[in-house]
């Protein structure tokens, strides 16, 4: 059975910085393609950041790019979501996933395990 659990998410002011943590069992990250989702009050969920299978190709949503970084940790099992220069419009619920392919993906269908999330809140 693969699990994915979120951790790290918080409260914090705007200009700081968190880190999300993704702990996966039942399958590797490293035969897996990771992102990271989030859902915002009354809004749909999105696309935030992915990695590929190989761990050296990674996309981001263009709200994100130069700001947040996904990487993980094939040790571990885990993958992470750095966030710096957070704003009070990356306020939502974040959600990890994993999915079989090899380039990153942004498409939720692409993704086949899904986190229960952890909410990050940005306050001005």
């Known amino acids: 059975q693969v699990q994915l659990v979120e951790s790290g998410g918080g409260l914090v002011q705007a200009g700081g910085s968190l880190r999300l943590s993704c702990a996966v069992s039942g399958r590797t990250v490293s035969s897996s393609g990771m992102g990271w989702f989030r859902q915002a009050p009354g809004k749909e969920r999105e696309f935030v950041a992915a990695?590929?299978?190989?761990?050296?190709?990674?996309i981001y949503a263009d709200s994100v790019k130069g700001r947040f970084t996904i990487f993980r940790d094939n040790a571990k099992n885990a993958v992470y979501l750095q966030m710096n220069s957070l704003k009070p419009e990356d306020t939502a619920v974040y959600y990890c996933?994993?999915?079989?392919?090899?380039?990153?993906?942004?498409?939720?269908?692409?993704?086949?395990?899904w986190g229960q999330g952890t909410q990050v809140t940005v306050s001005s």
């Open positions: 990695i590929g299978r190989s761990g050296g190709s990674t």
């Open positions: 996933a994993a999915g079989t392919f090899i380039m990153p993906a942004s498409q939720e269908e692409r993704y086949g395990y």
